[in-house]
């Protein structure tokens, strides 16, 4: 007889991103004549950059003459991207990351999503609350988590980000394996320094753990005290793996190319405890699960690294931090505390009543769409997500109307 997989039916279905797109269109049903303005969105809005879509056209003609045609590539990916990766987003920046310890993927959600299956079921695992809920739900499949109970996972160690500690998890009380850390982070959009990063390294050292360090929001940090990449905290290399996308950096969300840097130095242990590395297991996993980004698409990508690409890439991210920027603004006119938007395309207001409360009074009084917080997580509840993902003019006009609320 043939059997599932008994941990997914673990899983709590998720309602956030389809209840509110039925709440919205009942709304839409009764009040045609409302201007919907969608600021829950997480999705980039801009076309991608010039330089890139030359490069994937000059891809694509390649692969329309046998001479220059390719196949499959190396799972890794090409050495070209690669290499470009290594010595724009690290060297230069002067973080020692070499390029065959980067490796191409389709998405930072597979990536972190994916990692966790090289790791033993039976790890302690510490996750943020609010946070993205892949973290989550992929340990819950693998039946790390316990049963659901109270809003909550029994084994999973919440990382509460609060208010109170400026929304960065204090470190956990007992020694924990597996922890996931998100910075530029979404949804709250809070950022964190080299003084408050640097513990959770020497936490991990200490306790022999792994950290897993999303940064698919780098591209965001305009604050140049701001660590972009957790190998800038000394000792990272031993103990974090980091997730970045091209998706928000230059609108690939549609188009799909991201990547993952596992240092070679990085170890995890056997039950003898011996020393595995966790770059082998990775490219074990990889290329045996994974058949590379197409041809075109690293070349696409490739073009984010060339002059042109950098002065393109900088010209959309500066367009959503002017959204960010006049979203932020009006939520501090208007009373209410927040945090991010600053280094980061998302902004995390207190709204100080039940999330879906505040998302219909908003929709209803305003037509605007916020995301609220609950989805996230517990401590989420009192908390809506607006987002930077627009055109400016949207913004403009869904600011307008938020005055108006009641
Ligand atoms: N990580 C975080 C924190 C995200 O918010 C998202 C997308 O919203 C992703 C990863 C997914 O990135 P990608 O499009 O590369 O799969």
Redo the contacts with the bound molecule.
């Keep these: 007889m043939i059997r599932i997989n008994e941990n997914y039916l673990n899983l709590q279905a998720s309602y956030l991103f389809s209840t509110i797109a039925k709440r919205v269109s009942e709304f839409q049903g009764c009040h045609p004549d409302t201007e919907i303005l969608r600021l829950g969105i997480?999705d980039a809005t801009r076309a991608l950059p010039k330089a890139c879509i030359e490069a994937f056209h000059a891809a694509i003609d390649e692969m329309a003459a046998d001479a220059t045609f390719r196949g499959y590539g190396p799972e890794q990916g090409y050495a070209f991207l690669r290499e470009s990766i290594a010595e724009n987003d690290f060297q230069t920046c002067g973080v020692d990351i070499a390029a065959d310890e980067i490796f191409i993927s389709d998405?930072?959600?597979?990536d972190?999503g994916n990692f966790q299956e090289i790791l033993s079921t039976d790890i302690s695992v510490a996750i943020p609350d609010p946070v993205?809920p892949?973290y989550v739900d992929t340990n819950v499949m693998a039946g790390r988590t316990g049963d659901f109970e109270g809003g909550r996972y029994r084994n999973i160690v919440y990382l509460e980000c609060t208010e109170d500690n400026g929304f960065i998890p204090d470190l956990p009380k007992k020694p924990v394996d597996l922890i996931y850390l998100?910075f530029p982070?979404?949804p709250t959009g809070a950022t964190i320094t080299h003084d408050q990063l640097a513990p959770w390294v020497d936490f991990a050292r200490e306790n022999r753990a792994l950290i897993l360090f999303?940064a698919?929001?780098e591209a965001f940090i305009r604050d140049d005290s701001l660590p972009h990449s957790i190998y800038e905290i000394p000792g990272a290399r031993e103990v974090a793996v980091e997730?970045r996308?091209?998706?928000?950096t230059a609108g690939?969300?549609g188009t799909?190319c991201?990547f993952t840097v596992v240092p070679k130095e990085c170890m995890a242990f056997d039950s003898h405890g011996n020393r595995q590395s966790l770059h082998a297991l990775w490219n074990r996993r990889h290329s045996t699960k994974f058949n590379g980004v197409s041809y075109p698409v690293q070349r696409a990508a490739a073009a984010i690294y060339t002059d042109a690409g950098k002065q393109q890439v900088r010209e959309i991210i500066a367009g959503y931090m002017k959204n960010a920027d006049r979203i932020r603004r009006e939520m501090d006119d208007l009373g209410f505390s927040c945090v991010g938007g600053v280094n980061s395309p998302y902004i995390w207001i207190n709204v100080k009543q039940d999330s879906w409360k505040f998302f219909d009074t908003l929709l209803t009084q305003t037509g605007v769409v916020c995301t609220p917080g609950g989805g996230f997580g517990v401590c989420g509840d009192q908390y809506v997500r607006l987002s930077a993902f627009n055109s400016f003019e949207n913004v403009e006009k869904a600011m307008k109307q938020i005055k108006n609320i009641r």
């Design positions: 997480g998405g930072a959600k597979c972190t993205y892949v998100c982070n979404n999303d698919a929001y997730f996308s091209f998706s928000k690939f969300t799909r991201a």
